[in-house]
T-cell receptor
Framework: AQSVTQLDSQVPVFEEAPVELRCNYS??????LFWYVQYPNQGLQLLLK??????LVKGINGFEAEFNKSQTSFHLRKPSVHISDTAEYFC????????FGTGTRLTIIP | DTGVSQDPRHKITKRGQNVTFRCDPI?????LYWYRQTLGQGPEFLTY????????KSRLLSDRFSAERPKGSFSTLEIQRTEQGDSAMYLC??????????FGPGTRLLVL
């Protein structure tokens, strides 16, 4: 069973518009969730993480995500995107090792 | 602290040859992980070390793959008798425990 699901493989968004990238995870006792960003031909950079505490998590580059236990979701949001946000975004769940979703390619349209 | 480094960044080899990749983790990170990422997919776990002990290996890690972390610092991943299906990005990550993993830039392997 897929542990992390990213339903949207590609999301085109106009510059300065808001964006939401969806992530659903399979439920477990303890949940550690992450969003990573990958620019072309580079490794993964941590955007933000949820370990415990507040369900609204703020990360770098103006991104935030909300942990929703009842809906088993951890969607990533940004109120206004820039050209530089063009990249692949991966949601991941930690259980000793990271299990990643298949990724969402965010394309910003000028 | 310069982050996780990997060498080489790119490797082109012929089918049947052996290749070895190196990963240097963030200093004092006791955990080191290897992942493989194929085109259009998310990274998939291969193996991880706590200090010098290899604690888990994925079923993706066939007998042709071997990983070591001899002194609990840097790690090597060797692929013997490479196949075209081994073409991928090999990513290394490190952490201080069971939380945030920090990734290196990856080694892109192309097997001809």
């Amino acid at each position: 069973a897929q542990s992390v699901t990213q339903l949207d493989s590609q999301v085109p968004v106009f510059e300065e518009a808001p964006v939401e990238l969806r992530c659903n995870y399979s439920s477990s006792v303890s949940v550690y969730l992450f969003w990573y960003v990958q620019y072309p031909n580079q490794g993964l950079q941590l955007l933000l993480k949820y370990l415990s505490g507040s369900t609204l998590v703020k990360g770098i580059n103006g991104f935030e995500a909300e942990f929703n236990k009842s809906q088993t979701s951890f969607h990533l949001r940004k109120p206004s995107v820039h050209i530089s946000d063009t990249a692949e975004y991966f949601c991941a769940k930690l259980n000793e090792k990271l299990t990643f979703g298949t990724g969402t390619r965010l394309t910003i349209i000028p | 602290d310069t982050g996780v480094s990997q060498d080489p960044r790119h490797k082109i080899t012929k089918r049947g040859q052996n290749v070895t990749f190196r990963c240097d983790p963030i200093s004092e990170h006791n955990r080191l992980y290897w992942y493989r990422q194929t085109l259009g997919q998310g990274p998939e776990f291969l193996t991880y070390f706590q200090n010098e002990a290899q604690l888990e290996k994925s079923r993706l890690l066939s007998d042709r793959f071997s990983a070591e972390r001899p002194k609990g610092s840097f790690s090597t991943l060797e692929i013997q008798r490479t196949e075209q299906g081994d073409s991928a990005m090999y990513l290394c990550a490190s952490s201080t425990g069971e939380e945030t993993q920090y990734f290196g830039p990856g080694t892109r392997l192309l097997v001809l």
